[in-house]
Structures are given as C-alpha cells and as structure tokens.
C-alpha cells in the first residue's frame, strides 16, 4: 500500500507517528497552518511557526522518509482577532516562495462570525493574488453546514477562483454533495469522536464516487489517529473495494490536487 | 463506484458494531434519565435526531446530521467562543 497524508499537524505529533506512517507506506505528508489549542499574541508567534513549518518539520520528517509539505494562513479560530489577522496576512508572502509551501490553508471559518468572513475573503483574495491553490476548513459540528455554505459563497463571489485548484476540508453526509457539486475538490476527515469514522468516509465514496475527493487523518493535538487513513484503506478492502480504487482515493488523488503546484514532487530530484 | 458488499456481507461485517453503539445510546439515555436536574438544549435535539433513524430511505445519517445544524444563513455578529457544542440551541 502507498498513500499520502494530505492533512496532518505533525508539529503536533511524535517522531513514532513519522515512523509508523512511513511503515504503513505514506510517502508524503502536508500541513497546513492551524490553531495551536491557544491565541498566538502576535504577528511574531505566527511569524515563527511558519519558520517551523517550512524549515524544521521538512527536516525532521526527511529523517523517516517522508517529504514534508505544509499550507499557510491564520486560522479561522484566530480570525476574530482581524488586526491580528491582517498582520498574519502581511509576512504570509514572505513565505510563499519556500519550497515546500503549497498554497493558502487551511483557511475557512469556525462559527460563521462576520469578522471571520472578512479574514477568509482577504485570505481568498491573497492565494488568487498569487496564484496559490487553496485548503479549506469547515466548522465543526453544528456549524458545519452553515459555514459550509458561506465558504462556498465566499469562493464562488471571487470570479480568479477556480474551483478545481480549492479543496473543501472536512465534509460529511450533509455537505458533501455542496462541496462536489459546486465544482470544488472534497476531504473527508477521519476522526473516532466527530467528523467521519472510516465506515462512514468509505459509504460517502461509495453514494457520492470517488472523483475529486480524498481522504486524511488531521492529526493534531486532539483525539485523533496517525494511521486513519492506511486503516480505512484496510476496511475497504475488507468491503471488497479493488487495490486499484483504494490506490485512487488515498494515493492518486491528493496526488493529482496537489501536483497542480509544481512545487509537489514525491521524490526529491 | 460500483457496490461492493451484498446486504448480508454488510450484516456480517458490520452488525455487531451497530449493536453495540445502539446499546451505548440506549445506555446514555438511560444514565441521562437517571441522572438530576434540568436537561439543556442537546437532549432534545438528539431525541429529534433518533427519530431520522425510522426513516425508510438510506439517507439517515444525512438526516441526523441535519438535525443537529444551525439552519440559518446570516453570519453571527461576533464569535464569543471557539467550541461547537453539537447540537443548535434554537432547534424546535
């Protein structure tokens, strides 16, 4: 089995986690910028993970034989805060040239406030200005189809935004359709508590197909699992999926989303 | 993507999960029943939300899910937290 992470806060997890993803098969994993469980309280914070992200995590995942890539922003959950906000989005150019920066992520909104929809529209505004594909978070639980519809909103008002180079992060059952039918690539997030468990991500694939979607872990610093996605892999063969339709949604996917920066290369030549 | 389980290979692989997390909710409810004091906004929207599941098509996870969202379409003045509690207060 091969596989790529499409989504993981390896800042957020140790060095084991590289080595038994890398053993399950994982050729690469990406990281997008997210909260770190408490407000930064400056530009500098952000200023400095962003160091970690594109200088430090390469590094230390190269060690197990992972490439590393990562994702910038200021996080929805940070993005009450808008002068703070429009600071983040002043150094985020600075950055965007590093070699493994793949884009504007993951960006979005948390509880559908007025002020987080001024930070994702410039947020929206920075990655058309520079050409950068863009990952975005849905809201958790009960917002989740409400701000669903407003992101989409928000990215469809903004005529430079192509739909094929967005991918729409965290869907489920009632928002899923949203998200393909408007033309934008869907992830679902394995997690045991919320989001998708691996049984209900496989029968999503199984109503909905299995173009322009993928599949990943968000591991972070809360409940969740390294592995979800190589472990779902594992259930869908159990259903009798084909080597080759798994090899689509957890491999050929994420490949095909991310090669549309050039920057994306799994091996380092 | 074609089906790949029959109705009984579904049943065989995934039976006793569901037997399990229906004894837990019937669980919880019970410990909620047994328990002191005024019950929030949750209990009933997930009483509502049990109700999908008589539902006679496959479309009850959608359903539940819906349920327990926030229906409306104005953004919020202000964010005064970051925590979603998984059910919208205001359900009737």
Known sequence: MRYIEPHGHMVSRVTDDYVDMATAGCEAVCEPAFWAGFDRSSVQGFYDYFCQLTEHEPKRAAKFGLRHFTWLCINPKESEDVKLADDVLGIIPKFLDRPTVLGIGEIGLNKNSKNEIKVLERHIDLAARHGQLILVHTPHLEDKLKGTRLIIDALKSDKRIQPQRVIIDHVEEHTVKLVLDAGFWAGMTLYPESKCTSARAIDIVEVYGSERIWMNSACDWGVSVPLAVPKTALEMRKRGHSADAIDKLIYRNPLQFMSQCPKFKLSAD | ?92
Not at chain 2, 64 to 88: E, F, H, N, R
């Open chain 2, 1 to 92: 993507m074609e089906k790949t389980m029959t109705r009984q290979e579904a049943l065989d692989l995934y039976f006793m999960d569901a037997r399990s997390k229906l004894i837990d909710l019937a669980a919880f409810l019970d410990r909620v029943d047994r328990a002191e004091g005024e019950a929030d906004f949750r209990l009933k929207a997930f009483r509502l939300a049990l109700r999908e599941l008589e539902r006679k098509e496959p479309q009850r996870a959608k359903q539940v899910l819906l349920t327990l969202s926030d229906p409306t379409t104005k953004p919020i003045a202000k964010a005064t937290a970051k925590a979603a509690s998984g059910a919208w207060p205001e359900t009737e």
